[in-house]
């Protein structure tokens, strides 16, 4: 029996009402689903068709997860996934998400669509950070960031692609991202809108001291090698919006294809071209705006 996965964003206002319907809208369904036991504390009474886990690798069998919420929820989803080629189903819950595609009132018949083939999966690329001499490694389905961990002077990264030395950077950080992060952290500073189903990586540095040191787009099939400087000898890494930890300038930080991707559903009312129209306002004639604000 293949399972539905529900993961949800609790601290969203509406989620309550929304889960609620959701859990009316598939109490007839033959569909089998379950949740993650953090909604107990916004839904303390789980309706008895909806089984409850603490994570998803109680299930061996899923047929998809749906996450209620933002991207920041599906980024979740997708650290939960793992390489499990897991398809994710955003639904969105307000906010400007590049990610979600389709809205809580048609979260159910999207998932029947999607399980009837009616739907299409787009595989998108994943970062893998590792640290030199340490076995642990870490993923992003968005992005790493270097961050200068609170100094107000900048740091010096110097980056190595394929063991040839690209840059050294006098920046406040410097990010490392996938085409799907193409249009979240690196977009808001400066960085290129990339297909998402590209095989790229970005380098982006964060407010570079060298005005000519601009955002760099490389195949995502190298091995990226990076090496910090700092006065305080030490640096944060932001790996998909969660703080990693703080490291020390002695050691150096890998990147490269992480060798799995992230399955996202899309419907084709949200593809890639017509959100980024809306979510970024392009075709607006803001002449007319202003012309018609002055009356």
């Known amino acids: 029996?293949?399972?539905?996965?529900?993961?949800?964003?609790?601290?969203?206002?509406?989620?309550?009402?929304?889960?609620?319907?959701?859990?009316?809208?598939?109490?007839?369904?033959?569909?089998?689903?379950?949740?993650?036991?953090?909604i107990k504390k916004v839904?303390?009474?789980?309706?008895?068709?909806?089984?409850?886990?603490?994570?998803?690798?109680?299930?061996?069998?899923?047929?998809?997860?749906?996450?209620?919420?933002?991207?920041?929820?599906?980024?979740?989803a997708a650290q939960m996934v793992g390489s499990r080629q897991i398809p994710i189903l955003g639904v969105n819950m307000g906010g400007l998400g590049f990610l979600t595609v389709t809205s809580p009132e048609k979260a159910f018949s999207s998932i029947e669509k999607f399980l009837e083939?009616?739907?299409?999966?787009?595989?998108?690329?994943?970062?893998?950070?590792?640290?030199?001499?340490?076995?642990?490694?870490?993923?992003?389905?968005?992005?790493?960031?270097?961050?200068?961990?609170?100094?107000?002077?900048?740091?010096?990264?110097?980056?190595?692609?394929?063991?040839?030395l690209l840059n050294s950077y006098i920046a406040d950080g410097l990010i490392i991202s996938t085409p799907t992060g193409s249009t979240a952290y690196?977009?808001?500073?400066?960085?290129?809108?990339?297909?998402?189903?590209?095989?790229?990586?970005?380098?982006?540095?964060?407010?570079?001291h060298t005005l000519s040191n601009r955002p760099v787009v490389i195949s995502d099939d190298v091995k990226i090698r990076i090496a910090v400087q700092s006065e305080l000898n030490h640096f944060n890494i932001f790996g998909d919006g969660q703080n990693l930890g703080v490291y020390s300038c002695e050691q150096e930080i890998l990147f490269c294809n992480a060798g799995y991707t992230i399955n996202l559903i899309q419907t084709p009312e949200q593809e890639f071209y017509s959100t980024l129209r809306e979510k970024l306002g392009w075709g607006d004639d803001f002449r007319n705006k202003n012309q018609q604000s002055n009356f």
């Open 1 to 38: 029996m293949k399972y539905i996965g529900i993961l949800a964003n609790i601290h969203k206002p509406a989620i309550t009402n929304v889960l609620q319907k959701f859990f009316d809208d598939v109490k007839m369904s033959k569909r089998s689903f379950f949740i993650l036991d953090d």
């Open 43 to 76: 839904i303390p009474q789980i309706p008895n068709h909806i089984k409850l886990t603490k994570k998803i690798d109680d299930f061996s069998d899923i047929a998809l997860i749906a996450a209620f919420g933002g991207d920041g929820t599906i980024l979740r």
């Open 117 to 164: 083939n009616n739907l299409k999966v787009e595989s998108r690329s994943v970062l893998k950070l590792s640290i030199k001499n340490e076995n642990k490694s870490y993923f992003a389905l968005n992005d790493f960031v270097i961050d200068k961990s609170g100094f107000a002077r900048p740091i010096k990264i110097t980056v190595w692609v394929e063991g040839m």
């Open 186 to 208: 690196s977009l808001a500073n400066g960085g290129p809108i990339i297909m998402p189903t590209t095989r790229n990586f970005i380098i982006n540095p964060i407010c570079p």
